[in-house]
């Protein structure tokens, strides 16, 4: 589907939720997913940018901050604007910087159609949205982001409410449809109903960018989710086959990092594993290697989501079916949040694949674990910014002009 063809896609959005609700209505793995392509193809250009960040849902200064820092960058893409920051007092904290939107120079909006915005999860904070109309999409999305753009975004384990055991359990007493499902795909479900620039079609799907094939994962699920890895392999094949065009960049765009150096490394001492296992998953059938009970994780290294998602990405990545493919399952970059700071290092056991951490978004910054080695870190609130062009895929992290840990 080509994004240009958005209006008619709207046009069709009811059928399309009745579709997935299809889908969806029995239990969390879809039999019938993999010929569901979900790939996206965005017009032919030169080049794209996107504003990529995760863990932003807390409606706080710093969310308000970066998101008008991202606005005045959009912005200049359609000709000048005053900058929307007006210092009052060198202080630390925000509580002398004022926001200030100047319209007088700004154009009448218009839908850019080589920049995006894009979201790494964690979009509402503490347990997601509880419709598909909830009145956060307005407060701290369309009210907030510039509307001249579509914002992709990928599923948190906010959004999902996975932190939160009691809660559901009470919820789900008085609201049946409030399980964490149906959280998450009230996210869904608002691309649908709702005539905004929310661009969440389904738990994960892929854009086809022309230079690059951007994977967006439901990196809460993915491990025990076979059907979505079955997609990622059978999208990946389909996206790199064709011997004529130059070799793409393939990226994915998930909530979770592989590798960590926050507060969930290994060597910190907890488990947080325990907060992913889904009563649907005790239906599934046990594969060797696979946890059947997170608690028997919890006094292994293996008791962290990070850690298991990368065993799965090393295991496809030596999948034997890919032995008669031209091109190798490789990634190219990795993009999660997840970790509230800002850091780039490389993930030695995926052969030179990166990871980038875009988790300033607008939560309680965190500290490192780790040193990143040769990488990166900033314990600062901000963004990733991506160019995106036939030679070069340049990442920059960018952060507010007026910026204070908070």
Partial sequence: MRLDAIGSFQRSKTDCMRKIRDMVHSHLHFPGIIGENFTF??????????????CQGEDGKAQRAVAASINNRIRKHSG??????????????????????????????????????LFLGDNFYPGGVTSADDAHFVSQFSNLYSQDVYWFSALGNHDWNMQNRVEETREASKNPRLTKLQRALFQVEHTYLVNDKWFMPFRYYVLDAHYANIFILDSNTFYWDRSQQDWL??????????????PKKNIIAMHHPLKTIGKRHPDAGSSDVGQYWLPDYDALPK???DPCDPNDLKKSKRGYLNQLLLEKFVEIKNRPLWKDIKFPFYIDKFIGAHDHFLARYNIDVLERSEQLISGGGGGSLQDKHVDPGSGTFDKSHGYLHLHL??????????KPNVFSAV
């Fill in 41 to 54: 193809t965005l017009n032919v250009h030169d080049e794209y940018q996107f504003y990529i960040l995760g």
């Fill in 80 to 117: 000048p604007v005053e900058n929307v920051f007006t210092n009052e007092k060198q202080v630390a904290g925000w509580e002398n910087v004022t926001l200030v939107e100047d319209d007088s120079q700004r154009e009448p909006p218009k839908l850019l159609d080589n920049v995006f915005g």
């Fill in 233 to 246: 392999v059978q999208r990946y094949q389909a996206l790199n086959k064709d011997p004529m065009r130059r």
């Fill in 287 to 289: 594969t060797p290697g």
């Fill in 389 to 398: 062009t036939s030679r070069d895929c340049i990442f920059k992290h960018e």
